[in-house]
C-alpha cells in the first residue's frame, strides 16, 4: 500500500482536514471491490465506494478508516500524522475471508415413475409391516370410533340447534327427531345397554 502525497499549493489547513481517496481492490489486486463500506470509527461519518472501487471522503489525521465488504475481512486504516499536504491518495487491499458451512447434500426429487419403482421395492421388516396391518384393521378402528365422544364443538352445535328448534317450534308441536343423529346414537348405545329389554 503506498501513500502519496501532494505537494505545492494544498497545505492542511488549521483544523487538519484531510482529503483521502483511493481505490478498494483484492489482496492480489486482480479486481476492484464495487460499492465497499467505509466508515470513520467512532463517528456516523464514512462512504462507499463507486461501481469502480474509487471512494472519496474527508478526514483527519489520527482518525480510524473501516473498510468493509461482504466476503472480505475488514481492515483499518490510521490517517498518519504530522502529514505536510491537504490530501492523501492510496490503495486498500482487502483479503478474502473464509467461511466454514456444514456440508450439504441436495437430491432432485424423483418423478413419479421413479418413485412408484423404489416404493414398490422397499424392504420393509416384517415386525413394522405387521404392526401397521394391525393397526389397519377395521373392526379395531371402529371399536375405536365408537368409544370417542363427541368434542366440545360439536356438543355445543348440537346445544345451540336443539334451543334454535326449541324457539322455532315455540307454541307447536315439534316433529319426531328422525334424521337426528345424535338421537339415534343415543339409541343405538340404550339398545346395546339393554335398557329397552322388557322387564319380567
Known sequence: MGIYAQN???????????????????????SILPYTSIKIKG????????????FSLVAKENDIIVFSCI???????????????????????LVEDTFFL???????NPSPEEFEYMFSRINVP?????????????KPLLA???????????????TFNQVANRAYYAGQQQPMPVLDVFA?????????????????
Open 8 to 30: 505545492g499549493k494544498d497545505s492542511v489547513s488549521n483544523n487538519n482536514l484531510i482529503q483521502f481517496s483511493g481505490f478498494v481492490v483484492t489482496a492480489d489486486s486482480s
Open 43 to 54: 463517528t456516523i461519518r464514512g462512504s462507499y465506494a463507486d461501481m469502480q472501487g474509487y
Open 71 to 93: 466476503g472480505f475481512e475488514p481492515k483499518h486504516f490510521i490517517v498518519p500524522k504530522g502529514i505536510k499536504s491537504a490530501k492523501i491518495n492510496t490503495v486498500i487491499t
Open 102 to 108: 456444514p456440508e450439504m447434500v441436495f437430491k432432485a
Open 126 to 138: 416384517m415386525d413394522q409391516l405387521t404392526i401397521a396391518q394391525n393397526n389397519l384393521r377395521v
Open 144 to 158: 375405536f370410533g365408537n368409544g370417542l365422544q363427541n368434542d366440545g364443538l360439536a356438543n355445543s352445535s348440537w
Open 184 to 200: 339415534w346414537t343415543q339409541f343405538v348405545n340404550s339398545l346395546g345397554k339393554g335398557l329397552y329389554k322388557k322387564k319380567r
